[in-house]
């Protein structure tokens, strides 16, 4: 998402304090004695509310609301892809999505929920011919392109949950099919146990 990192970083209410607070700081400066310490104390807070709105004006920071809708339209237009692909070249096609991220150093609250910088979209897709996982993972603290990376599950998948301890009911995922390994956190919750119930079957 562009300008994504904004929301990661908290830049958002940062420059939205700023751009609220400029006019205010000023006209409270003219109001305030020239020989008080708060006279500096506002101008200079005035002039970095100024500086901050100043350079902000061609940015426009994501508000949450923003990043939630923006996760779930990806959401639907990447199983809206998988079930036209698969169907073109397989029959019996059934797809399970599960949303996930890759844990790294960017992360915020969103809708209560611990989200990082990296989403990891999944895709168990069954078909009469075999069984796949689509896996892929999309930048949300830029507009960079998202990369896709297509499994096979030739062999039964030693598969492997482990529950971060956390007070957002986050689980971290780990399959592994004996050639490729995928590790991400996810929501520990039905759509959880329906992706692994369907790939333990």
Not at 56 to 64: E, F, K, M, Q, V
């Amino acid at each position: 998402m562009k300008h994504g990192v904004f929301l990661f970083l908290h830049l958002n209410v940062v420059i939205l304090a700023a751009r609220i607070a400029t006019i205010p700081l000023g006209i409270a400066g003219f109001f305030i004695n020239v020989y008080s310490p708060l006279f500096v104390i506002v101008w200079v807070l005035c002039g970095i509310c100024a500086v901050i709105t100043l350079v902000s004006l061609g940015i426009r920071a994501p508000t949450s609301s923003a990043m939630e809708k923006y996760i779930e339209d990806y959401h639907r237009e990447f199983e809206d892809r998988q079930i036209k692909e698969f169907s073109q070249r397989h029959r019996q096609v059934k797809v399970l999505i599960l949303r996930c991220y890759e844990y790294g150093k960017f992360s915020c609250v969103l809708n209560k929920r611990v989200i990082y910088g990296t989403l990891v979209m999944m895709a168990l897709v069954t078909a009469t011919d075999g069984m796949w996982i689509v896996k892929e993972t999309k930048p949300l603290i830029n507009d960079m392109p998202g990369e896709t990376t297509v499994y096979r599950m030739n062999h039964a998948a030693r598969l492997s949950v482990e529950k971060i301890l956390d007070q957002n009911n986050n689980a971290r995922l780990v399959i592994n099919d004996g050639e490729n390994e995928i590790d991400v956190i996810t929501h520990n919750d039905y759509h959880l146990t329906d992706f692994i119930s369907t790939l333990n079957a």
